[in-house]
């Protein structure tokens, strides 16, 4: 199956590892992965400040880049969302995939032959839950199911354990994240807390962004608890 | 001083345009019905009492009387009434102002009192029976007043009545 | 005015209260969790209350004109207000008609938005608030900060003491039943004396000319039974069709709101008292112009039941006072820009977009979505602020060319260290990434 690899500009630039890891999991699971070079940034960062108006520019690049695939697949809910809510073209927003649901609804994964012998807290990130439905809500009364956690079930050795709160935000949210720095902080400190309470050594996701926020404080804190993206769990050999 | 005048009413209806038609989605079909009406008044803080159990509670009390106004039922200690039909799924029961001595009577007395002797199932069911209002002055009554606006403790007898007890005669 | 993320700062500085309030709105929003998950037609039933308001709304022209006449065969005085001044002189007129210096008020989030006591206090008329949140807050000079539990900020300790100033309790009493008890006796007097009650409507319906009143305390009940005059006040939008439209709307405000079952008391309004006067006043001031914008259109079916607040990350750790409106959480917030724009501009802002209000919302509004919308416009608008605008455009350009991008990551990775600093918002309590030596596309392009 051939796959054009979105990474997401911040991905590129300050957590290449998850690129990678992107890459390795999905050539391992047998897909023929493009990746476009000159692809940048997918607007949101823009159009969630109030500037949709400019980011005709990106959306013409990421067409350009990603033009003519049936699959366009990456490791970021939110990004994906963004495109898939408002990128002009059709096609576009059809044709992208957040990565875990790439994995469990086209790809249908039932085996990994990945081993990651931790305690791992698992945050479920609001554009990737609430927006993609890549797991059941807490504020709704549906069927509990997670891809994620069908995906870390394929792991060898984690544990997976839920912080109290499953599913509130850890308050990254874009530019929130310095425009309402108080906010953004404070809850970003209460998400760790409860996950510390979990005594866990990891925090995962399938958004960067939101593992960056907890990263910037678990390390201000001097805290040991490392953050780790989802598919680097899913790849960890 | 800004007058009043047909010129509002002209105005605001005259911005409301028609939008695309939505229909409406007609009654609600499909609600659950295994609900208990005491269990759900015990969850709405009433009591429910057999009328001995009441003449020995309140061994004192007033029958409702059409003498009384608002006012003199400021001293009204208990107030016993009847109710028109209770609601299995919240304990609320529906009282009209024909069954009251006042409008205010179940809110001013201290410690109130209601006969049920019919029960329905849901709020649907409920509304079934009130298709036409049957009264100038109705409501749905669940449990004694309450408040929880201090640290959200929740205090019984805000405003209302003090203490709500049924007696089930179904 | 501060803004909202430089009011939430403050909140935030006082770190034990702001847990205290998080956690206790949290709780009201597990009760409501509890109470919608015992209920398999949930979810349905949303829908339907959605269907009914988007039916309504497409259709408020006739079924303001069908209560109307209802109601004034019921004997109902119907009065339109276009805006804030006019509702307020209305109001006024009627209560100078009977000559009351004093009156008592229900809660009504209507009147915080028409600034109602105000004007009346400047007409020599006193409104006594009874609502036992809003009566503490209106002791303390304070706006409600939540439209459900508006004195949710406080601490007892807080209530304590104000009412030590106001009803003379004794010094250092905090308990919350011997201070509720307190405020009883002192409300009982005025709703005895009172002459004209105002309350707030949740519901006007259509079919019967009738409208519905929902309070735990009754002192809505209290007030408008013992008054010789009742005036309403609504908002054209609290407008529904049928009677037995209630029962869906009536099972889901409470569940909603606190998770009770139901509220102690749902009055059903048809006609006045013998001898009594009943108004109601229907109110415009920017609904129309909501309702003209299908952007926004659905932001008129709330119901004010305040779960949005409830489920608010942001608002649970910023307080009500942050969105420095009558109306806060992320329903005030894409309400508020509509009356006016400049002054609500960072409330669009003030969520991070996650999407839990709209899934808590009885009646499926969208909230997330116009937040995002609402941000657009404002920022078309002009409504930016200093910085904001060309930072934005030189972000969009770089972002839109891979040459700039390329050299822009780099030099950014390269210099992160300068990013360390206390002018960076984002490194006053974090710190920054990491940054690798290479990108993922020039680890790429050597692979």
Not at chain 3, 309 to 324: A, E, L, Q
């Amino acid at each position: 199956m051939r796959v054009a690899l979105f990474v997401p500009c911040y991905i590129d630039q300050f957590y290449p590892q998850v690129a990678v890891a992107s890459l390795e999991l999905l050539e391992k699971l047998g897909c023929d992965v493009v990746v476009p070079t000159d692809q940048t940034c997918c607007g949101q960062p823009m159009a969630n400040s109030g500037f949709a108006s400019s980011t005709a520019g990106c959306d013409a690049n990421f067409s350009q880049n990603f033009v003519g695939f049936d699959y366009i697949v990456g490791p970021s809910g939110s990004c994906v969302l963004h495109l898939k809510e408002h990128h002009p073209s059709e096609k576009i927003r059809n044709s992208v995939y957040e990565i875990c649901e790439f994995l469990t609804d086209v790809l249908h994964i039932k085996a990994l032959s990945a081993n990651f012998p931790y305690r791992v807290g698992l945050h479920q990130s609001c554009h990737g839950q609430r927006g993609l439905h890549l797991s059941s809500m807490s504020e709704r009364n549906e069927k509990p199911f997670s891809k994620l956690q069908d995906l870390l079930s394929l792991v060898k050795g984690v544990e997976v354990v839920m912080p109290a709160r499953e599913d509130e935000c850890c308050g990254f949210g874009g530019t929130f994240c310095v425009t309402e720095e108080a906010v953004s902080v404070k809850m970003g400190q209460d998400r760790i807390k409860e996950h510390d309470a979990n005594d866990v050594e990891f925090i995962t996701g399938a958004d960067t962004s939101c593992l960056m926020h907890m990263e910037g404080i678990l390390r201000r804190q001097g805290s040991k608890v490392q953050v780790k993206h989802i598919v680097e769990i899913l790849n960890h050999a | 001083m800004v007058q009043e005048s047909m010129s509002a009413r002209d105005q605001i209806l005259g911005k409301i345009e028609a939008l695309e038609p939505v229909n409406h989605p007609g009654d609600f079909k499909g609600a659950s019905k295994d609900f208990d009406f005491r269990a759900s008044l015990e969850v709405v803080g009433a009591r429910v009492m057999t009328t001995e159990e009441l003449a020995i509670e309140f061994p004192g009390r007033r029958r409702y009387d059409k003498t009384l106004d608002g006012l003199s039922l400021a001293e009204v200690e208990v107030l016993e009434i009847d109710g028109e039909f209770g609601v299995a799924e919240n304990g609320a029961i529906w009282l009209t102002e024909e069954a009251l001595p006042h409008r205010v009577a179940p809110f001013i007395c201290q410690h109130l009192v209601i006969h049920v002797k019919k029960i329905v199932p849901h709020m649907h069911a409920a509304y079934e029976e009130l298709k036409k209002p049957n009264a100038s002055f109705g409501l749905f009554l669940a449990g004694p007043s309450k408040t929880a606006d201090i640290e959200q403790s929740l205090v019984i007898g805000a405003h209302g009545a003090r203490s709500l007890t049924v007696i089930i005669h179904a | 005015m501060l803004s909202h993320s430089e009011a939430s700062e403050n909140f935030i500085a006082d770190a034990e209260r702001t847990d205290w309030h998080d956690e206790t709105l949290w709780f009201v929003r597990a009760k409501r969790d509890n109470a919608s998950k015992v209920l398999p037609e949930w979810e349905a039933m949303r829908e339907h209350a959605s269907q009914i308001k988007d039916h309504t709304l497409a259709n408020l022209g006739e079924y303001l004109q069908a209560f109307e006449a209802k109601a004034i065969a019921n004997g109902i005085h119907v009065h339109w207000a276009a805006d804030a001044e006019e509702h307020n002189a209305i109001v006024h007129k009627i209560i100078a008609a009977q000559g009351s210096k004093t009156i008592v008020k229900s809660k009504s989030m209507l009147t915080e938005e028409c600034h109602l006591n105000d004007y009346l206090a400047s007409k020599g008329i006193e409104v006594v608030d009874t609502d036992l949140g809003e009566r503490i807050v209106q002791f303390r000079n304070e706006a409600p900060s939540h439209i459900v539990l508006p004195a949710i900020h406080l601490k007892k300790e807080d209530v304590g003491e104000t009412f030590h100033q106001h009803l003379g309790t004794p010094k250092g009493n905090k308990d919350p039943q011997f201070l509720t008890e307190a405020a009883r006796q002192h409300l009982r007097g005025h709703f005895l004396a009172s002459e004209v009650a105002i309350t707030g409507v949740n519901f006007a319906v259509a079919e019967t000319g009738e409208f519905v009143v929902c309070t735990n305390e009754g002192n809505a009940d209290m007030g408008a039974h013992l008054a010789k005059v009742h005036i309403a006040c609504t908002g054209i939008e609290k407008i529904i069709p049928k009677r037995a439209d209630l029962a869906v709307f009536l099972r889901l405000l409470a569940r909603s709101a606190t998770g009770q079952l139901i509220t102690t008391y749902s009055s059903h309004f048809h006609k006045p008292r013998e001898g009594q006067e009943m108004h109601i006043v229907l109110l415009d001031n920017g609904r129309t112009r909501q309702l003209a914008d299908p952007k926004y259109k659905n932001s008129l079916k709330c119901i004010r039941c305040a779960a949005c607040f409830n489920t608010c990350p942001v608002y649970r750790r910023s307080g009500g006072h942050s969105y420095h409106q009558p109306v806060a959480g992320p329903i005030g917030s894409i309400l508020a820009p509509n009356i006016d724009k400049k002054a609500n501009a960072d409330l669009p802002f003030a969520s991070t977009l996650c999407g839990s209000c709209s899934n808590v919302c009885p009646v499926k509004i969208n909230i997330h979505e116009q937040l995002w919308f609402w941000r657009q416009d404002l920022m078309e608008a002009g409504l930016a602020p200093a910085g904001k605008t060309i930072g934005m455009k030189l972000m969009a350009i770089t972002l839109a060319n891979p040459v700039i991008y390329r050299i822009g990551g780099s030099l950014m990775r390269r210099f992160s260290s300068l990013l360390n600093t206390n002018l960076n918002p984002w490194y006053k309590q974090r710190e920054m990434p990491v940054a690798p030596k290479e990108s993922f596309q020039e680890w790429y392009k050597n692979r």
